[in-house]
C-alpha cells in the first residue's frame, strides 16, 4: 500500500517528466485530485519531534508508552495517539535484544559399557551418481569397548 506523500510524488513525477494533464496522471496513479491538492493545515511539531528523540535516545529500552509518560511530567499536552504517530513517523523502535543461548545440560563424555553392542550409531550419508542421481544411505555401526 502506498501513502499519499508516495502518490503525490508520482503524479508530480508524470506531469514534469511525460509533461501528462493532472487528472490522466491521477488516473494512473489511482489517486484522488483532492488528495494530491491537499495542503496539511497542521502546524509542524518540530520541538515535540526533538524532544521526543532526544528522550528515545538517552533511554533506549524505552517504548513509547513510557516516553510519553516523561513527556507528560514535563507538562506536554498532547495525547498518547499523537505521541505514537511521531514516534512512528520518526522512526524511533526499542531495538529487539538478541537471545542469549544457553546450555541444555551438562557436558559428559559418553561411557562405553564393557560388553558387546553397548553403543551403537548411525548416521545417513549421501552422494550423487555419474548420471547426476543423488541417493541416500543409512549407516548404523556398532562400537565395541575396544575400538572406543
Not at 112 to 140: C, M, T, Y
Request: one cysteine or more; proline letters at 4%.
Amino acid at each position: 500500500m502506498v501513502g499519499p506523500a508516495a502518490k503525490r510524488a508520482a503524479v508530480a513525477h508524470l506531469q514534469a517528466v511525460m509533461s501528462l494533464s493532472e487528472r490522466r496522471a491521477c488516473s494512473i496513479v489511482g489517486a484522488d485530485r483532492k488528495m494530491i491538492r491537499y495542503r496539511s493545515s497542521r502546524a509542524p511539531d518540530t520541538a515535540l519531534r526533538g524532544r521526543l528523540r532526544d528522550l528515545a535516545n538517552e533511554r533506549r529500552r524505552f517504548g513509547y508508552r513510557r516516553l510519553f509518560v516523561l513527556l507528560r511530567r514535563e507538562g506536554e499536552p498532547s495525547g498518547i495517539n499523537r505521541i505514537y504517530r511521531l514516534y512512528r513517523e520518526e522512526g524511533l523502535t526499542v531495538r529487539k535484544r538478541r537471545a542469549r543461548r544457553k546450555a541444555v545440560g551438562t557436558r559428559a563424555p559418553i561411557l562405553v559399557e564393557a560388553k558387546p553392542n553397548a553403543r551403537w550409531s548411525l548416521d545417513f550419508v549421501h552422494d550423487q551418481f555419474a548420471s547426476g542421481r543423488r541417493f541416500r544411505i543409512l549407516n548404523i555401526s556398532t562400537m565395541s569397548p575396544r575400538n572406543a
